[in-house]
């Protein structure tokens, strides 16, 4: 099987990925450091800032992809057909499409964040672990959408993605557990 670009330097997966690597790792023991300090109760009612400063990325987001993609009509970047059915008359540059996918991707994973909130502003189950751990994932996020956008080089993108669902999982682990098991 030949390289997807083989005039591009061979890079071996090790250097690829060690950045990224080092990156999970480092929010994993962060995770580790917040979830294993010392918790005290807080209100829940303090979840609310995380969920609004997702909604404000999300808009963000969404403000850029709009504005983004009426400028590439406007200069002729890309053709009107081409939103119709995103087939016909396709951009050329993949960085007219990066915050439609930003955005995409802000309504998958997010939509847990903003479910596991609700489920602890309900039951008012929050300590200040999960508070650090929700503001994490906002950072996370902001992370991602950023390296997205501007760069879009995928072992970075990766990396902060796959560690802001790790903390979310964390966080919905942790709930679970203090709901189910007092």
């Known amino acids: 099987m030949s390289p997807i670009n083989s005039a591009a330097p061979a890079i071996s997966l090790t250097q690829i990925y060690t950045a990224p690597g080092i990156i999970v790792g480092s929010a994993t023991a962060w995770l580790f450091w917040v979830v294993a300090g010392e918790h005290y109760a807080a209100r829940s009612e303090s979840l609310i800032a995380p969920m609004v400063a997702l909604f404000a990325l999300t808009a963000l987001v969404w403000l850029i992809m709009v504005i983004v993609r009426n400028l590439a009509v ?4 890309a053709s009107i057909r081409y939103f119709a059915d995103f087939k016909a008359d396709a951009p050329t540059d993949d960085r007219l499409e990066r915050p439609a996918r930003t955005f995409n991707n802000l309504m998958q ?7 596991i ?7 008012k189950e929050a300590d200040n672990a999960q508070i650090i751990l929700a503001w994490t994932f906002i950072v996370l996020r902001c992370f991602h959408a950023i ?3 501007a760069v879009n080089w995928v072992p970075y993108r990766f990396a902060a993605w796959a560690s802001s669902c790790i903390t979310l999982g964390v966080i919905w682990f942790r709930f679970v557990a203090q709901t189910s098991f007092g």
């Open 117 to 123: 909130c609700i489920l602890m502003l309900i039951a």
């Open 109 to 115: 994973v997010p939509t847990l964040f903003y479910v």
């Open 74 to 77: 406007i200069r002729g970047y």
């Open 147 to 149: 390296i997205y956008m």
